[in-house]
Nanobody
Framework: VQLQASGGGLVQAGGSLRLSCAAS????????MNWYRQAAGKQRELVAS???????DYADSVKGRFTISRDNAKNSVYLQMNSLKPEDTATYYC?????????WGQGTLVTVSS
């Protein structure tokens, strides 16, 4: 299974970006889809997750600003990021869990300028 993330870039504070991540390969069923991020010098943190049922959860720092969604037919997960802040600057990684284990995307850089 390969994950391809896209959508990162440079945006001013208050702006928006939409990240996408698509899985390809031998996919049976994807359970939880996640977005993580890692800022320079910091540990990777879970930003948002969404279950097969559509139930989602968010880190407190992004609640009300970010929205995670998924398209099961396309084996894809998305992260709509609004009202971006400089502290959101990080490399964002998608991750998907199947019965075989967890798979990671390559990361996409989001830079928010003040």
């Amino acid at each position: 299974v390969q994950l391809q993330a896209s959508g990162g870039g440079l945006v001013q504070a208050g702006g928006s970006l939409r990240l996408s991540c698509a899985a390809s390969g031998s996919i049976v069923r994807i359970d939880v889809m996640n977005w993580y991020r890692q800022a320079a010098g910091k540990q990777r943190e879970l930003v948002a997750s969404i279950a097969t049922t559509g139930t989602s959860d968010y880190a407190d720092s992004v609640k009300g600003r970010f929205t995670i969604s998924r398209d099961n037919a396309k084996n894809s997960v998305y992260l709509q990021m609004n009202s971006l802040k400089p502290e959101d600057t990080a490399t964002y990684y998608c991750a998907m869990t199947t019965y075989r284990g967890i798979y990671w995307g390559q990361g996409t850089l989001v830079t928010v300028s003040s």
